[in-house]
């Protein structure tokens, strides 16, 4: 947000170009009502990037998974087969991509703080939550901590990946069900949630400096679980496990946070069934000796 308020903001949005007009979901105003309009600020709503101009005018992008946003030099062409729409001011371009085929970026403009509020799908901001605000959304239905922390209606802007950090910082399994868990646990989920945010929030920004964020993946090498299937665990060196379901990947360490037991991947333990270790100690069994 940073390095896109330093570039726009104050700026007069000179063109819109839509390469792909499924990204567009909506029509009054249109999109180009926004056109020679001076951008007045920013707002994050959730996940979506909420671009304010004159007239309670609002362009709202929602990456979605796949997709990008670039600063460009003035003019620049779209992407082909990528390439969404571009948005041009007088020193640069904005471009949005979605490198995926299923296309869930979105763009909407709407008019009116409550036509914005209405894309917002109601989450609490952690970053600024006192813990028994973070448990009353916690504990208002019960689900898996997974489904609770990724689930917007509960917290505003926890991804996959984060999620996959917090819980190993707070040694909870990721199938832990929320109406079971002790106030000392809720306790702890609430303090590593603001810790790994702050973190991660502070070391991109310094990544960063005064360029814009063009290598923005969910895969990190800090990263103390996500993405890092078999690797060693940071904390205690066993290996790194994952339970994939649908797009998403969930990653863990079954020493740190389940107890030593392995959690059933729908795909694996399905291929292997009784040869599924059920444990760490069955796992490490299963290596070969060097």
Known sequence: MDA???????????????????????YDPPIGAAKGKTV????????????????????????MIAGRLHWREPGAKLAR???????????????????????RASIHMVRGEAALRALDAGGIEVMASELAAFRAALTRENHTLKRAL?????FSGIGNAYSDEILHRAQLSPIAMTEKLSDAEIARLHEA?????????????????????????????????HGKYKQPCPVCGTPVQRIVHADNETNYCPRCQ??????????????????WPKTVDELEQTRPSR
């Open 258 to 275: 389940t107890g030593g037991r392995m959690l059933a991947d729908r795909a694996l333990s399905r291929l292997l069934k009784s040869d």
């Open 40 to 63: 007045e600020r920013l707002a994050r709503i959730g996940k979506r990037i909420a671009i304010g101009f004159p007239d309670e005018l609002w362009l709202v992008i929602h990456l």
């Open 193 to 225: 949630t603001k810790t790994v945010l702050a973190e991660w929030i502070a070391r991109l920004g310094a990544q960063a400096g005064e360029k814009f964020p063009e290598k923005v993946t969910a895969f990190r090498p800090e990263m103390a679980v």
């Open 150 to 154: 990724t689930d917007p209606h509960l």
């Open 4 to 26: 896109l308020q330093r570039r726009i903001v104050g700026r007069t949005l000179e063109n819109i170009r839509v390469a792909s007009p499924f990204v567009v979901r909506t």
């Open 81 to 103: 087969g990528y390439g969404l729409a571009a948005f041009d001011f007088a020193d640069g371009t904005l471009t949005l991509t979605e490198a995926s085929p299923k296309k």
